[in-house]
């Protein structure tokens, strides 16, 4: 498993809200594919999601989003944790 940071560029504004019923559909929907999303940060205004997610591989990320919801990331990058 590796840690990978995903990043969603909506057209226009997003609320909290909507995003947690997004994760909330990635978690009921992760482990078919083991996948872990931990955590997700929102810029509202700028319409941007940044999703944390210990994953096989950045495919079955993706892969979570596609079937959850429909909202694939538009970057995902292999990360490193510090401390």
Same mark, same amino acid.
């Given at each position: 498993?590796?840690l990978?940071m ?6 226009g504004p997003?609320?909290?809200? /909507?995003?947690?019923? *997004?994760? +909330?559909a990635?978690l009921?929907?992760?482990?078919? %594919? #083991? ?8 810029d509202?205004?700028a319409?941007k999601?940044?999703?944390?997610v /210990?994953a096989?591989? *950045?495919e +079955?990320?993706?892969?979570?989003h596609?079937?959850? %919801? #429909?909202?694939?990331?538009d970057?995902?990058?292999?990360v490193?944790?510090?401390?």
């Open positions: 498993m590796a990978y995903d990043v969603h560029t909506l057209d997003v609320t909290m809200a /909507d995003v947690a019923a *997004a994760h +909330a990635d009921a929907t992760q482990d078919q %594919h #083991g996948v872990h999303y931990l955590r997700y940060w929102v509202e205004s319409g999601i940044f999703c944390l /210990d096989p591989d *950045a +079955a990320a993706n892969t979570v596609r079937e959850a %919801h #429909g909202l694939v990331a970057e995902i990058h292999l490193n944790e510090g401390v």
